[in-house]
């Protein structure tokens, strides 16, 4: 698997760590910086990272920041990523398992290396089920984004035009 790894300063401490850990699982990495402790704007990074996904470049990628907060949020605004934060290992696997989520987010400045490390052996190990209700409701997800990006989002509906 081939997976695009971003960080801003905030997350470099992290990162080497990080690319070590993909090696390991014999992951391919697609290195998209930041490459030291100078301060950049994490959504330069999220912006790269997601670039390298929609391309067909890499298959996930991995994001960091001090929190995995900011990141995630600049990487959710783009069509097509499923970011979250998983800072435990259930949710690292769950998260792809049942929602597809494409991009893990961690901070640097919340967890330890050894735990990071099984956060992303976690998410690189697990696959989508493609069991009928979480196909289901991904595909409400994809509504979701299409409605926005269609600029037709209805606030006042809380299902799905298409479920
Ligand atoms: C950078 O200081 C910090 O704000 C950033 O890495 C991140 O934590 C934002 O969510």
């Given at each position: 698997m081939r997976i695009a790894l971003g960080c801003d300063h905030g997350g470099f401490p992290l990162k080497a760590r990080i690319a070590a850990t993909l090696q390991a699982v014999g992951a391919e990495i697609v290195d998209c910086g930041t490459d030291s402790n100078c301060s950049v704007d994490y959504p330069d990074y999220a912006r790269k990272v997601a670039a390298v996904i929609l391309a067909g470049q890499a298959e996930r990628g991995i994001l960091l920041c001090g929190s995995g907060v900011g990141i995630s949020v600049a990487a959710n605004k783009i069509p097509g990523i499923r970011a979250g934060v998983c800072h435990d290992t259930y949710s690292a696997h769950q998260g792809v398992e049942h929602?597809?989520?494409?991009v893990l987010c961690l901070g640097a400045r919340i967890v330890g290396d050894e735990l990071a490390v099984e956060l992303v052996r976690a998410f690189v190990a697990a696959s989508f089920t493609n069991e009928e209700r979480h196909v289901r409701r991904l595909n409400k997800v994809l509504e979701i984004e299409r409605e926005a990006l269609e600029g037709k989002f209805d606030s006042t509906s809380s299902t799905s035009r298409d479920p």
């Amino acid at each position: 698997m081939r997976i695009a790894l971003g960080c801003d300063h905030g997350g470099f401490p992290l990162k080497a760590r990080i690319a070590a850990t993909l090696q390991a699982v014999g992951a391919e990495i697609v290195d998209c910086g930041t490459d030291s402790n100078c301060s950049v704007d994490y959504p330069d990074y999220a912006r790269k990272v997601a670039a390298v996904i929609l391309a067909g470049q890499a298959e996930r990628g991995i994001l960091l920041c001090g929190s995995g907060v900011g990141i995630s949020v600049a990487a959710n605004k783009i069509p097509g990523i499923r970011a979250g934060v998983c800072h435990d290992t259930y949710s690292a696997h769950q998260g792809v398992e049942h929602d597809d989520m494409n991009v893990l987010c961690l901070g640097a400045r919340i967890v330890g290396d050894e735990l990071a490390v099984e956060l992303v052996r976690a998410f690189v190990a697990a696959s989508f089920t493609n069991e009928e209700r979480h196909v289901r409701r991904l595909n409400k997800v994809l509504e979701i984004e299409r409605e926005a990006l269609e600029g037709k989002f209805d606030s006042t509906s809380s299902t799905s035009r298409d479920p």
